[in-house]
C-alpha cells in the first residue's frame, strides 16, 4: 500500500504513542449547497468524518481506509480524559497576541511535549489532570489568544502538512526526547479558576 505523508503520520501515531487519530481536511473546502443554492465553506483543520473527534481510532485497519478516503487529510487527535492529554494553544501573528499573553501569566513552562503550529503559534501538550474535568476555552483561562483544548477538544498533530503550511516538534519537545508533564500547581490553579471545579465521575466514550 502506498501511504501519502499524512497518513504515514497517522500510522505512527496510533501504533507509536497509542493515540486516536480521524482525518482532519488540510485544506478548505468550498461547495454549492443542493438546496439552498449557497456557497459554504468547510474549513481546514475541520473534521472529514461525520461524528469528528468521536470517530477517532487506534486501529491500523480503520485508519488505512479513513486516508485512503482522504489521503491528503492532516492528524487530528482528541484531547481530554479518554487520550490523557491537555493542551494549551499559543496563537502568534496576524494580530494575535498569545505570547505577550502568556508571558504576563509569569508562567514557568515545565519541560513538556511542544509544537510548532502552521500559523507559527504553539501547542504545549501535557497529561490530562484525573481528578479535574478541563473543557475547551478561548481566552478565558490564560488570556487573549491562549486556548485551551480538553474534555471534547481536538488539535492537529505534529508531522501534518495540510495545504499552507505543516506542524512539527518544536526541537527537544517531541515525544521522543520529553515527557508529556503533568500540570503545575501554577497552570492548574489558572485552569481551575475559569472552570466549574467538580471530581464527579463522567461517562467517557472508548474509541477502538
Do not use: C
Not at 74 to 99: F, H, Q
Not at 128 to 155: C, M, W
Amino acid at each position: 500500500m502506498n501511504r501519502t505523508h499524512n497518513h504515514q503520520v497517522a500510522i505512527q501515531v496510533a501504533s507509536e504513542l497509542g493515540l486516536p487519530v480521524f482525518p482532519v481536511r488540510e485544506n478548505d473546502t468550498t461547495y454549492i449547497d443542493k438546496k439552498s443554492g449557497k456557497t459554504l465553506t468547510l474549513k481546514a483543520k475541520s473534521p472529514y468524518t461525520r461524528n469528528g473527534f468521536k470517530d477517532a481510532t487506534k486501529n491500523l485497519n480503520q485508519i488505512d481506509a479513513l486516508w485512503l478516503r482522504s489521503p491528503n487529510a492532516a492528524v487530528g487527535v482528541p484531547t481530554g480524559p479518554e487520550t490523557s492529554l491537555l493542551v494549551i494553544d499559543k496563537d502568534t501573528g496576524d494580530g494575535k497576541v498569545g505570547e505577550q499573553s502568556w508571558t504576563e501569566t509569569g508562567i514557568v513552562l515545565p519541560h513538556t511535549v511542544q509544537t510548532k503550529t502552521m500559523s507559527g503559534g504553539e501547542h504545549y501538550i501535557f497529561n490530562y489532570p484525573a481528578d479535574h474535568i478541563i473543557r475547551n476555552s478561548a481566552g478565558t483561562s490564560f488570556g487573549p489568544d491562549l486556548d485551551v483544548r480538553g474534555l471534547g477538544g481536538y488539535v492537529v498533530w505534529a508531522g501534518s502538512a495540510l495545504e499552507n503550511g505543516k506542524y512539527e516538534f518544536k526541537p527537544g519537545h517531541s515525544p521522543a526526547e520529553a515527557p508529556f508533564a503533568d500540570l503545575t500547581p501554577e497552570i492548574l490553579g489558572f485552569l481551575t479558576s475559569s472552570q466549574n471545579k467538580t471530581t464527579k465521575k463522567i461517562a467517557i466514550e472508548h474509541w477502538n
